[in-house]
């Protein structure tokens, strides 16, 4: 096991930050940590890079337990905090050239982070020059230096524009090839595209523990399609298997279907034999949207 915790609880004065919140998470998952603000997600991750001292309960990295083998956990563990704290006027290599002698890492390992990150043609730049999507890189190498076996990223692609943002996630999915990541974010689609499973957390207390494929294999199935025309809902009901159907702006309808068959081709033809342009059509994972309303309320 990767990380253990253990009836964790934190109090900062009389706020209870976490109440006994307890998961473990395998080698080689990608676990997304999902909550709103201020729900416990960076409390809970900077127990777990021993930033923070639990006040009741249990918590290893990588078989370590985080009050008593700091050093190991913390070498253990790579970490890229809420706010990514670079020295804008240093160059990259210099940044990574500190941080390694810093940890007291081979230097032979920058290069090897810079190629792993997608840096290179950025490397000779002052670190002030990027755009935040390659400053987030530069975080990530950072943390990969020391090859830890774990990887803490609080809300790693906050800020990012659309297209960086799908970078970052790329760059994730193929990190956590080799590693265990646990990665906070508020962002539902984020989990979906980058996780193996989803840890919801409110108000400190953990109140969901999902693989994704569950949720992605329950019964109902939501489409999003958009039309060139306005459509009654009660002809949209006439396709095969459709139980609700709500229209949420323009010609955007939100389709419910009691099936877990793929019904976009259905769709599709549907609009095609009718006289519609589809415009876009793209499946939504209701069962973590729902989960997270009902649970996050
Ligand atoms: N150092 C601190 N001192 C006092 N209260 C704190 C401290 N750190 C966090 N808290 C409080 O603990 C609660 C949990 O905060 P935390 O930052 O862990 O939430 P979060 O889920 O990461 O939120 P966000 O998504 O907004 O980053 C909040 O109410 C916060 O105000």
Known sequence: ???????????????????????????????GFLGPNGAGKSTMMKILTTYHTPDEGKAEVNTFDVQSEKKNVQKSIGYLPEHNPLYLDMYVKEYLAFNAEVYKVDKQRINTVIEQTGLTPEANKKIGQ??????QRVGLAAALLHDPEVLILDEPTTGLDPNQLLEIRKLIREIGKEKTILLSTHIMKEVEAVCDRV??????????????????????????????FRVEEAFL??????????NIGGFVYEITFDTSNDMRPAVFDFAHDNQLKTLQLSRKNKNLESLFSELTL
Request: net charge positive.
């Open 237 to 246: 009901n006439k396709l095969p298997h459709a139980i609700m159907v709500k």
């Open 130 to 135: 990027l755009s935040k999507g390659y400053r």
């Open 1 to 31: 096991m990767s990380i253990i915790a253990n009836n964790i609880t934190k109090f900062f004065g009389k706020q209870k930050a976490l109440n006994k919140v307890s998961f473990t998470i395998e080698k080689g998952e990608i676990v």
């Open 199 to 228: 840890l919801i957390i409110n108000k400190g207390t953990l109140v969901a523990d999902k693989k994704l494929s569950e949720l992605r294999d329950g019964q109902d199935q939501v489409l999003v399609v958009e039309f060139d």
